[in-house]
């Protein structure tokens, strides 16, 4: 790498345009170079460049200055996500940036905000998700991982699945039971648990794409301090209404710059391959196009509630639903305009793009499913956008 890591601080007399210029300027100087194939070697990699960020002011665009972040307002916000996209960056490790942060930023104490937030954003510590377990996924508030009072402590024994990064995650923001089995939402606490601890098994599960991307994991015994609580006892299902809109409203405009490229590259891909002289296929690759578009906005859209009301809302719902149905579709069409040669994986020489295509599509199976299902997700657009009744099943904020 050459060029400063000092980033100049943000001045009230640079343009969008000169802080564009900036931005881009610092990831062309610094730029982490090709992804390594090892896993190992990709989370140093991936380590190494988030510390780039951090110490040159560029980490955290939406955070608030105090905890390592820039407060960017809503344009630069936009274009910090565009420019990292077009530079083919690596993203954050694990997902306490986009889901576990917000949470502790609007309800954790100083202590705990002083002592988890800057070594998240710097990539020094990485976090992982322990929510659904065996026979509580969409219907969350069944959750049966008991949190025990002991003094100063909690005691936690139960079992969590769908982890993902959990197999090297430091820190698990975790959802546990410190009410009876049958006070649903009305008895689960918010609990940060050390992954290295004593009594903490993470054993990972090999998916659709022959990868280790899932784990599940385990409790028994384990001492966590209560001062890892965040907010009240029995109080945490309003945190999780938090993490997952904020988790869904991160998704939003990074997953909208991330396929802004995807599908230049597919369309680019179908011109190499003579696919575009197809009018089915330029139909197809013009609707994606559209929706592409129409996913950049809604992600304007919910940024801009987030720094209204300080919550991104139950329209992050819609975005989340949108993004899940689109991708799916997108890589499905990528898999069938290669034929036969979509159906090769990164493991055969042969393959195309090194198999990203069907790697895609094997993956994307999982997106109505992750951060909550798509059919919660219409409950939620139909109950908090639409103002329709109520499912009686399904918890109260």
């Known amino acids: 790498m050459t060029g400063s890591l000092t980033a100049p601080s943000e001045t009230v007399t640079e343009t969008d345009e000169e802080f564009r210029a900036r931005f881009r300027a610092f990831l062309v100087a610094h730029h982490p170079g090709r992804r390594p194939r090892g896993d190992t070697e990709q989370r140093a990699w991936q380590k190494a460049w988030l510390a780039t960020l951090f110490d040159g002011g560029f980490a955290g665009p939406s955070w608030p ?20 996209a077009r530079a083919r960056l690596p993203g954050p490790q694990g997902t306490g940036l986009g889901i576990a942060a917000p949470t502790i930023i609007t309800y954790g104490t100083p202590e705990q905000k002083e002592r988890f937030l800057r ?24 959750l049966r991982t008991t949190a ?31 009410g009876t089995q049958e006070s649903r939402q009305k008895g689960i606490s918010y609990l940060l648990i050390d992954a290295h601890a004593p ?27 209560v001062s890892n609580r965040i907010g009240e006892e029995n109080e945490g299902w309003p945190l999780v209404r938090t993490s997952l809109g904020h988790e869904r409203a991160a998704g939003a405009m990074n997953q ?9 590259e597919l369309t680019e891909l179908a011109r190499e391959r003579g696919a575009t002289a197809d009018p089915i296929v330029r ?47 997108l890589h499905e069409f990528a898999v069938d305009m290669l034929g036969a040669d979509g159906l090769l ?6 393959a195309v793009q090194r198999g990203r295509w069907v790697g895609g599509f094997l993956s994307t199976r999982a997106s109505t499913i992750g951060a909550g299902t798509a059919e919660i997700q219409r409950n939620t657009i139909a109950e908090q956008v639409l103002g329709l009744p109520r499912d009686p099943a399904m918890p109260s904020r």
């Open 65 to 84: 200055r105090e905890y390592g972040g820039m407060a960017l307002d809503f344009p630069r916000q936009v274009i910090y996500q565009e420019e990292h």
């Open 119 to 142: 070594p998240m954003l710097r990539g020094d510590e990485v976090w992982a998700q322990g929510y659904s377990e065996p026979e509580a996924g969409s219907d969350l508030p069944s």
């Open 148 to 178: 025990r009072r002991d003094g100063d402590e909690y005691i936690v024994n139960g079992q969590k699945v769908w982890n993902t990064h959990a197999d090297y995650a430091d820190i698990l923001f975790t959802l546990v039971r410190t």
């Open 199 to 225: 009594g903490v098994t993470v054993r990972p599960l090999r998916d659709l794409t022959g990868g280790t991307h899932f784990s599940e994991i385990f409790f028994s015994d384990v001492r966590v301090p």
């Open 256 to 264: 909208a710059a991330l396929y802004r490229r995807v599908l230049s």
């Open 283 to 329: 139909d197809r690759l013009a609707d994606f196009e559209v929706r592409v578009r129409i996913m950049r906005y809604t992600g304007m859209r919910t940024i801009s509630d987030i720094m209204a009301r300080g919550e991104p809302g139950p329209a992050s719902s819609t975005s989340r639903l949108f993004i899940t149905a689109f991708e799916q579709d």
């Open 345 to 350: 994986t990164r493991d055969d020489e042969r």
